[in-house]
């Protein structure tokens, strides 16, 4: 068997061939390409059995009906998120979909926690201003975070990950999620987003992209958010409108902003464009705001995390290749996207 993986990164080959050599060897063989799979790359896919794709990978309609010409029958997401599928037509086309619904969900957790220390404390501003010899701690102000209310929208395995570490900051924690989570309750309450927004000093999106999840985040929900509260997104890019959040910044109703991800990072994240002129003038307007961090979707960026993917992508692999169930495969029933035993598909 053939494994045709896309956005294929040096630490991609290494935890995927370390993986295959030490529990799959006799599975497939790899061939790596550095290109992100799209209506324009997709031909590279001919000869393969199955493909690997990530985050930013393009996977719908006319590249899924190629996959299919192709042969192809397998698609494999080393990846949570699978927003970037079209689920129904690769049923319809009777494609395997399977992806990676929990790697370490510690390790998207702890870089949630950091990116709101470092906005909360300007740890990043202290760090530049010391190697310049400024020792001055103005506009260094931050808050104690023990006592203060943490909102979680979404809590899955990333987001109940996250409410163990802010219970042990002594953080009062309120949490949005229409699937529940009792586990959740040990550590704080459940509410509605209206009233989750206008309690939390600090806010951290833990949810899937979908249709009813898209700019939750937006004028009005950012209205409603307690003046001056932090927010953070280590989730997916298309839950805040961007545009939105820079009006909130700039009427300092938004205290400050930490993302992890972004709407428009398909044709930027992962790669160098340190040489280049970058052209979303959206990105560089928010990135001149002092109280706003961004960084390049490496959340999940562990060793720990890393291996885990591999494993569970390969493991998807081989339940197709033996034609046994996969508890990881994807399919679409009405508007709710779920795994094959029904369970909620989270992030």
Request: charged share 20%; hydrophobic share 40%.
């Amino acid at each position: 068997m053939k494994l045709a993986v896309f956005s294929a990164k040096s630490y991609d080959k290494l935890f995927l061939d370390s993986a295959l050599e030490k529990d799959y060897a006799s599975l497939c063989e790899i061939v790596y390409h550095s290109f992100a799979l799209s209506s324009e790359t997709v031909s590279l896919a001919k000869g393969s059995d199955a493909v690997c794709a990530f985050v930013n990978d393009t996977l719908d309609v006319s590249v899924l009906k190629s996959l299919h010409a192709y042969g192809i029958r397998a698609i494999l997401l080393r990846c949570a998120g699978f927003n970037n599928v079209d689920l129904q037509a690769a049923e319809e086309l009777g494609l395997f979909v399977a992806n990676v619904p929990s790697y370490s969900p510690e390790a998207v957790a702890e870089f949630a926690v950091a990116l709101i220390q470092t906005l909360n404390r300007k740890t990043h501003r202290a760090y530049n201003r010391v190697r310049e010899g400024n020792f001055n701690l103005e506009g260094f102000l931050g808050r104690t975070l023990h006592g203060k209310t943490v909102g979680i929208v979404g809590v899955g395995r990333i987001g109940l990950a996250l409410a163990k570490i802010f219970h042990g900051f002594g953080c009062k924690l309120l949490a949005y999620d229409p699937f529940g989570g009792e586990e959740f309750r040990k550590y704080g309450e459940f509410t509605e987003l209206q009233k989750l927004l206008s309690q939390s000093d600090v806010v951290s999106l833990h949810c899937p992209l979908t249709e009813d999840t898209r700019h939750i985040i937006n004028d009005e929900t950012l209205a409603q958010m307690k003046k001056g509260a932090l927010l953070v997104n280590t989730s997916r890019g298309g839950l805040i409108n961007t545009m939105a959040a820079i009006r909130a910044l700039k009427a300092g109703q938004l205290g400050g902003l930490a993302l992890d991800v972004y709407e428009e990072e398909g044709s930027l994240f992962y790669n160098d464009h340190s040489a280049e002129i970058i052209h979303d003038d959206t990105l560089m307007r928010l990135m001149t705001f002092p109280n706003v961090l961004v960084c390049g979707h490496q959340a999940f960026f562990t060793r720990e995390a890393l291996s885990e993917i591999a494993g569970v992508t390969l493991g998807n692999l081989q339940d197709f290749a033996l034609k046994r169930t996969c508890k990881n495969s994807l399919v679409r029933e009405g508007h709710l996207l779920v795994r094959r035993d029904t369970e909620p598909v989270r992030l």
